[in-house]
């Protein structure tokens, strides 16, 4: 019976290679190299694919679990290291201002000031709600509030399910996405059509240069008719 073609050499033994150990040897090479090179396209996937990021707490205090922060920029521009870029998606998080509606994440874990962990930025996940008398089926930043999310009629974040408490802060399920469900309408006509539909124009209003932007033309059903 042959033996082990894949023994370990003693300290002063003459080597001899067999066929199958060469084999084996540059088979467990290429393997490495296999590796090596789907890290390089894949390191992060789980997290682009997940919505969960990493993010650094940028937000000048240390933060809670289930935190809010407003997304900001890479923390690794492509210009720094552009194979670190696009191995992984990892986000500078600061305190919500107006300018992060539809622009945030939720902490999955508390995390120091300046320390680096992880957020989800779009799907399901628990949340704290400011409501009023009214529950409404949206939720949105509050600009300044990193403990919580304000419960509007319109907004990017939908809310599956609601603690059915009388406090003012609650529990919720939601779920985040890029939808903002909150359309502003310019009518440009008041003359309807043989429908009775008004010619209008879909618009955003732009924070850093205080003006509205035009969309995309839209037709309007005066609901009050």
């Not at 650094?56 to 923390?75: C, K, M, T």
Request: negative net charge; glycine residues 8%.
């Amino acid at each position: 019976m042959p033996g082990d073609p894949l023994k370990k050499v003693q300290a002063g033994e003459r080597l001899e290679i067999p066929a199958e150990a060469w084999n084996a040897f540059l088979d467990a090479v290429r393997w490495v190299r296999q590796q090596q090179h789907s890290r390089d396209q894949e390191a992060g996937a789980e997290f682009r694919q997940t919505g969960i990021v990493k993010v650094r707490n940028q937000s000048g205090a240390d933060r809670e679990r289930f935190d809010i922060l407003g997304v900001a920029d890479p923390i690794i521009q492509p210009a720094d290291n552009a194979q670190e870029f696009k191995n992984r998606v990892a986000l500078e998080g600061v305190v919500p201002t107006m300018e992060h509606r539809g622009r945030f994440l939720i902490l999955l874990e508390p995390l120091k000031a300046g320390a680096i962990g992880r957020g989800i930025i779009a799907g399901v996940t628990l949340a704290r709600l400011l409501v009023t008398s009214q529950l409404y089926e949206f939720a949105q930043v509050i600009p300044g509030n990193t403990h919580a999310l304000e419960n509007v009629p319109a907004g990017s974040a939908r809310v599956l399910w609601i603690e059915s408490s009388g406090s003012s802060e609650r529990w919720a399920v939601v779920r985040l996405d890029d939808g903002d469900y909150e359309a502003h309408v310019l009518i440009t006509s008041n003359v309807p059509d043989d429908e009775g539909y008004y010619d209008g124009v879909v618009q955003r209003y732009d924070i850093p240069t205080k003006s509205w932007q035009s969309l995309f033309p839209c037709k309007v059903l005066d609901i009050n008719q």
